[in-house]
């Protein structure tokens, strides 16, 4: 268990606390800004929600969960709010997951009506993905709803963003807050339910954790189709007074920078890879300003704390670790106390279990229960199952401090058994990235008639070959049995929109790269 925490502060809606964070830090606080250059206030993101919300309540239902198609922006956090001002529930697509995944996350949820923008289909090309949600949905373009906004919408809107309370929809905390869908790094992706208590609940968490100033600016070109990118980028600074400046992609490698610093953006959001290639491509001056970075969604190598710190000083990248299932920080590192190696404390009001995993020692499985964590799941009848007793199973295997700092051996399924011992495929390559640090690797196991199991390495490294990581093994005492003999080598590892490796399409690359090789 960690520190305490006062959940009833979170039980309120979402709306609520947006209007709340306005009354604290400042109707003319401008809070909101993209690419477009032209921030928004409190009063004006409140005002934008009930008009575009009253158009878009004029096609959907009261609790209606609606599909966002949107990239980080002004206008898809404006949407996420329309929809919370009039009672339903945003369904966050990811545009990045493939027709099939879309598909059946859209059948999951019972999605009716996605919301997108005709802008942003053109430039990300998603033709074919609008075609096929097509067939399922209603597909509405934004900027047609706005063309119908007119001056009764408009004067709704304002006498609304005076009186919110009087007009927008009363929705319990335990309501639906968000339908988001986990990244699908090993599987089909599962619909996660979570409640507006559960994203206020980390917001607070994390804010007790870190001192935010409200002074800052968070940049986050994340998409808000992940929970990192929704709850880290947008909601925690715009509930918490910081100024949010939304970015529509990560992969804008030599744009990203200079905005970094144009916008005077004092915190970063990113993965190791994205923060690690902008590093590179940055002029010494673009990061420098940063106050701090923040990473999640796969592991930091130490080559990247290394060159962060060349190249722009003493900014600290505080490691994080969480779940969609957790709305989702579980821990972070802080900027005082910033333990390389780690995932960070665990935040406040987080209980943890650990299962032990036999032939794993130190440490365990990994079972969370916290204001913060998922209502449950969506199953097949478009209900919700609910977690029992409120445990989350993370599916990794942690060890955790005395003084509550989380440490990652692996994911469960990131084990594979060699020899009779169980080896982690994290640890793996670990010992690659250690070796080679300026590429990607990746490492899977396949059944070996001999030894239960056989490591496979992929990598973008040409000339990569099994001595070197002998070598460094036996230097820092890993055992043979950790090394993988076999090596693929590609052009690019697989990554997900998120920035995570994709394992499900790696496992197709070794099993066809393996089959001809049979």
């Known amino acids: 268990m960690s520190g305490s925490f006062d959940a009833k502060r979170a039980r309120m809606s979402l709306f609520d606390a947006l209007v709340e964070a306005r009354h ?37 239902k009261s609790g209606e969960r609606v599909g966002v198609m949107l990239p980080s922006s002004v206008g898809g956090v404006v949407t996420f709010f329309a929809l919370h001002a009039f009672g339903r529930v945003p369904t966050m697509l990811n545009f990045t997951a493939g027709i099939r995944n879309l598909k059946a996350a859209c059948e999951l949820a019972g999605v009716r009506t996605v919301l997108t923008s005709h802008r942003f289909v053109e430039q990300g090309k998603l033709h074919d993905l609008i075609d096929a949600l097509e067939t399922l949905t ?12 007119g001056l009764a919408d408009k004067l709704f809107a304002a006498a609304a963003s005076v009186f919110p309370a009087r007009f927008r929809a009363a929705t319990k905390p335990d309501a639906a807050g968000v339908i988001l869908f986990t990244s ?25 954790h870190i001192a935010l100033d409200p002074d800052w600016v968070f940049f986050n070109p994340l998409p808000i189709f992940h929970c990192f990118g929704l709850t880290g980028g947008a909601l925690l600074p715009i509930l918490t007074g910081l100024k949010a400046f939304q970015y529509p992609s990560p992969l804008h490698i030599k744009q990203i920078p200079a905005l970094v610093k144009d916008t005077k953006a004092n915190v970063l959001f990113a993965t190791d890879t994205f923060i690690n290639q902008y590093a590179r491509s940055a002029a010494p001056d673009e990061l420098s300003g940063l106050t701090f970075v923040v990473c ?21 990248l505080l490691e994080g670790y969480g779940a969609t299932e957790a709305s989702p920080v579980i821990a972070v590192n802080q900027p005082a106390d910033n333990r390389r190696g780690t995932v960070g404390a665990l935040l406040p009001g987080v209980e943890t279990k650990l299962v032990p995993v036999p032939g794993i020692p130190g440490g365990g499985q990994l079972y969370v229960r916290g204001p ?15 977690l029992v007793d409120g445990w989350h199973d993370t599916g990794d295997v942690v060890s955790i401090s005395d003084d509550g700092w989380v440490k990652i051996k692996g994911r469960v399924k990131r084990f594979a058994k060699v020899a009779g011992e169980m ?8 010992l690659a990235c250690a070796v080679w640090p300026e590429h990607r690797h990746a490492v899977v196991s396949l059944p070996d008639p001999k030894k239960g199991e056989r490591l496979i390495l992929v990598t973008d490294r040409q000339d990569a070959d099994a001595s070197p990581l002998i070598v460094h093994a036996h230097s820092i005492g890993a055992p043979d049995i950790a090394v993988p003999r076999k090596i693929i080598r590609v052009q690019e590892i697989p990554v997900l929109g998120t920035g995570k490796t994709d394992y499900v399409a790696l496992q197709r690359i070794v099993d066809a790269e393996m089959g001809t090789a049979a």
């Open 184 to 208: 699908g790094s090993f599987g089909a992706p599962k619909g996660v339910v979570l409640s507006q208590a559960n994203l206020i609940a980390n917001c607070r968490q994390i804010a007790q």
């Open 423 to 430: 080896v982690s495929l994290t640890a793996a390559e670990d």
């Open 24 to 60: 604290t830090y400042g109707a003319k606080k401008l809070i909101l800004e993209d690419q477009e250059r032209t921030p928004l206030t409190y009063t004006d993101l409140i005002r934008a929600a009930f008009a575009l919300g009253r158009k878009i309540a004029g096609f959907t």
């Open 138 to 149: 209603k597909v509405v373009y934004l900027e047609d709803v706005r063309k119908t906004v």
């Open 372 to 386: 913060n964590v998922m209502a449950g799941y969506l199953n097949a009848a478009g209900g919700v199952d609910p």
């Open 296 to 316: 999640g969604a796969e592991k930091v190598r130490e080559e990247t704390h290394n060159l962060i710190h060349e190249k722009f000083g003493p900014i600290p």
